[in-house]
């Protein structure tokens, strides 16, 4: 069960962003895969955009997010781009830094651990925004 909305914050003029703990399972590779689908769903209604969750893999590739994506479509990638304001990025992290952007027209969330860093996924991200 998600908290209530007060653990929404304004980034930017009409972005939102937010932050868990690792109380609230998303993540599809460690624990319940049917509790992290539900966690997963639960955020569109207070977010107002529908999360898209990427299978994140430490490296460098940004994609731009697709209406068509769901759990078991996005594609490898730690950065993603959205334009649309009905899709929202969504970046998992354990030992590794959520960095997000907004920029006018649109916002980028990147998935930034050693190896990323290493390979240019900020400036990947930055590039693709």
Do not use: Y
């Not at 960095?99 to 400036?123: I, N, S, T, Y």
């Amino acid at each position: 069960m998600l908290p209530d909305p007060h653990w929404l914050r304004p980034a930017w003029p009409g972005v939102t962003a937010f932050m868990t703990t690792r109380g609230l399972n998303f993540g599809r590779k460690a624990g319940d895969p049917a509790e992290a689908r539900a966690n997963r769903a639960a955020l569109a209604s207070p977010l107002g955009a529908r999360p898209i969750f990427l299978d994140q893999v430490h490296g460098a590739q940004v994609v731009q997010l697709q209406p068509d994506w769901d759990d078991d479509t996005a594609p490898q990638a730690d950065a993603a781009v959205s334009t649309d304001p009905a899709l929202a990025v969504a970046i998992l992290v354990a030992d590794c830094l959520p960095v997000l952007f907004a920029a006018p027209g649109g916002v980028a969330g990147a998935h930034a651990g050693w190896r990323g860093l290493a390979a240019g996924v900020l400036e990947n991200t930055v590039a693709a925004l």
